[in-house]
Structure formats: C-alpha cells, structure tokens
C-alpha cells in the first residue's frame, strides 16, 4: 500500500477496563510515545492496550506488539463514549482540547499533565523537556516505570549483529521530505548527497510518500545509482526499510526516530527545532545531529513555518557527507546516551 494511502482499519470495539491512549499525531509523534506506551503496558499489564490515533502508525505500533488495538482516529474529534472501568491516557498534549474530548467518552480514570482549563490536576508539563522524556514523567507520575530504552525496536546487539554478519553495507535511505517546508533542506542539497554517495558505491533509495512524489524525482531522477521511492512503501514497510538499511539521512521527521528505535546509522538535519528537545534519545555513537542553533536561545523559529529556516539552511553539503561517510566507516560501540545532545559547531 503506498504510504500515504487511505487509512483502512476497523474501527476497535471498546471493552470494559481498556486503558485507551490518544496520541492522534504523526509517525514521529508516535514513535517517541513508544517509552510511555510501554511502561503503560507494565502498569497495566492484564488489560487491553488500546491506540486512538491514525490507522498507518497503529498498525505498525500494533504489529511490533506495542498496542493491542488500534482506535482509528484522524485527529482530535470525538471518541465513542467509553466503557466501565476505562483508563484514559492523553499522550497527545497538554490541553485543554485532548483533555476535554476524553473527558465527554467519561473515562474511569485520566492520566494527563495538568490543565486548569480542564479541571484536570496531574504534573506540570515543562516546555524545554524532551518529548520522550515528557511522556515518561507523565507515566511514571501514575506509577509506571518507563526510561528512553523502551524506545527500542530490537535489543542494540541484534542491530549490531545484523551489521557485523551482512556480506555489505545495508542501502542509504535518504528521506528529503518533512511536514512543514521549515524543515525542508534544500532539494538541489539532497540530490548532491544522494550523488556523492551513490558515485562512492552506495545503493542509495529515496523515500517518501507519494504525495511527496515530484520532490523524490527532483533528488533521484537522472543520477545513477540513485533509486526513487517515494509513494511505493507504507509504513510498515518503511519501517523495514529503515531496519535493514546501513544509513538513513533525513530531517527532523518519523523517519530519523525509526532509525533510533532500530538502532540504524543516522545523519539527522535539525532546524529550527533543538534536538535536545526531539533528537535521538539514546544510542548517541549511532547517531549524528547537526544543528547551527545556540541552545540556549530559548527560541529558534518556527517549525510549522512555509519558508526554509535560516539555521538548517546552515547546513552544508559537506558537512552532511562527512556524517555519512563516517557512519558508515564506523563499527558502533555502545555508549549510554548523553543528558543534552551533541551540538554541531
């Protein structure tokens, strides 16, 4: 099923004492829920874990045993009134809209951060946080136990081994696109990486969407080696791309948290979004973020804006190649991921 095709699922029948968590946002969003999402599960543990958010992502969260169910839910709109004895739990924000919308299904329980507007009590939500950090200390304020290593996908060593015993390095995965065109690096950029790479040697694939097709033929079309495709893959299947792929360069978008949850080589491009705030969280030797913005600025643009932001336009080709080319020359040794993630100069 191409990527961006309609979601198609059947809509999950609500059982008494389901633990029902909205998080009705993108695959990035979803993969950084994945730590609370676990240690939900461990709180919980005889009862069904239930997903309300978009039919692709639930699908893969659910195929990878994360979820039980799948809620389909293209965004915040109403949820069917809830049975006795459901726990509601808001990973998608801080409200007042997501806590309210559960708030009218009239859940046992609601487990989200503190909102007045809402009448809700919980923590504090603290703005400068990391998002899978976030998600965690709203979990274990409700008695769960969750750490940024339930981000994985698989253990660190399988991803090692996988590494070590391929007679070749993996494919390049280079994923150009992002939501907002903010986070969109230059195309004339992308194809010279995509180039480079290629002429040393590298299968290099380009993916996206289909929607995202005219930006895939822009960097691939015409340059040997260098294969387009977007629009082929859905999300599973980009998912296992991602898993046996040797590199994957992209933007600040789902595609860089799948490579950290598989524990794949990536060269992530960040702006104007520190990526101490959305970067990999773990693994930080498998993992190279650049970014040209002073972390502590306090602000650094708008990462929903419809012009290319000035601190990712900073970015350099070569910078980018010499990230890639050094993963992938590098045997990854394991190191514990640092608090504040590393700023490139």
């Known amino acids: 099923m191409p990527a961006d095709a309609p979601d198609e699922a059947t809509a999950v029948t609500l059982r008494p004492d389901d633990i029902l968590v909205l998080r009705a946002l993108g695959l990035g969003d979803a993969l950084t829920g994945v730590?609370?999402?676990?240690?939900?599960?461990?709180?919980?543990p005889?009862?069904?874990?239930?997903?309300?958010?978009?039919?692709?992502?639930?699908?893969?969260l659910r195929g990878l045993g994360v979820v039980d169910e799948v809620l389909p839910l293209p965004g915040l709109v109403p949820l069917p009134e809830f049975p006795p004895g459901t726990v509601a739990v808001n990973l998608h924000g801080r409200g007042p809209t997501s806590h309210r919308l559960l708030q009218q299904a009239r859940p046992e329980r609601?487990?989200?951060f503190a909102a007045l507007e809402a009448g809700h009590d919980g923590p504090h939500w603290r703005a400068a946080e990391h998002e899978v950090d976030r998600w965690c200390r709203l979990v274990r304020h409700a008695g769960a136990d969750c750490t940024r290593e339930d981000l994985r996908l698989r253990p660190r060593a399988a991803a090692d081994g996988q590494r070590r015993d391929r007679s070749g390095p993996g494919p390049v995965l280079v994923h150009p696109g992002a939501a907002s065109a903010s986070r969109h690096w230059p195309v004339e950029r992308w194809r010279r990486v995509a180039a480079a790479l290629a002429a040393g040697g590298h299968r290099v694939l380009v993916t996206g969407s289909a929607a995202e097709a005219g930006l895939g033929e822009a960097v691939a079309g015409g340059v040997a080696g260098v294969e387009d495709h977007t629009g082929v893959h859905d999300v599973e299947e980009l998912s296992a791309l991602v898993r046996d792929a040797g590199l994957v360069l992209s933007g600040d978008t789902?595609?860089?948290?799948?490579?950290?949850?598989?524990?794949?080589?990536?060269?992530?491009l960040f702006g104007p979004v520190p990526p101490a705030r959305w970067g990999p969280a773990i693994d930080a030797d498998l993992h190279t973020v650049l970014w040209h913005g002073d972390p502590d600025a306090g602000t650094w643009g708008d990462p929903h804006g419809d012009t290319l932001d000035p601190l990712l336009e900073k970015i350099t080709v070569d910078e980018v190649l010499e990230a890639a080319r050094t993963?992938?020359?590098t045997v990854p040794t394991p190191t514990p991921a640092p608090e504040r993630i590393h700023r490139e100069p």
């Open 46 to 60: 005889d009862r069904r874990l239930v997903l309300a958010g978009p039919a692709a992502t639930g699908r893969l």
């Open 110 to 112: 609601q487990i989200a």
């Open 35 to 44: 730590a609370a999402l676990r240690g939900i599960r461990r709180r919980y």
């Open 254 to 268: 789902g595609v860089a948290h799948l490579a950290t949850g598989w524990a794949v080589p990536s060269v992530v």
């Open 327 to 329: 993963q992938l020359h």
